[in-house]
């Protein structure tokens, strides 16, 4: 098995599964970490401020995945809609991830069980 440290992430607006190869120090077989899930805003009379909560928001939830993403060299990103598109935009526009290997998909929700084989034969682990 490769040495290197891979990870994968399912993602929407609200919720990412993230698999990897690796924690801080070592990397071998694939496991799925903790759930990440993203603070949702409930209602705001004004617009402005609504957008500015949704935009601190989703800067979280970016920050948290980036945590599990630590030392990583190679991402494959899935999920439904575009939330992925901005997540690849948001890592290369971070220092520490600008050089990150991201592969972007398109997927339907599916098992955590399901997406960790999805990444395994992404990887060809």
Request: net charge negative.
């Amino acid at each position: 098995m490769s040495d290197k440290k891979l990870a994968g992430i399912w993602m929407d607006t609200e919720h990412a599964t993230v698999v990897k190869n690796h924690d801080i120090e070592t990397a071998g077989a694939f496991f799925i970490c903790s759930p990440v899930e993203r603070d949702v805003q409930g209602w705001n009379s004004s617009e402005k401020n609504a957008n500015n909560v949704e935009q601190t928001n989703i800067a979280k939830y970016f920050k948290q995945l980036e945590h599990l993403l630590t030392n990583t060299q190679e991402v494959y990103i899935t999920g439904t809609g575009t939330i992925q598109e901005q997540f690849r935009n948001h890592l290369a526009e971070t220092a520490q991830f600008k050089n990150l290997k991201v592969t972007l998909a398109t997927d339907q929700k599916m098992s955590d069980d399901a997406f960790l084989k999805e990444v395994k034969d992404h990887f060809n682990a």
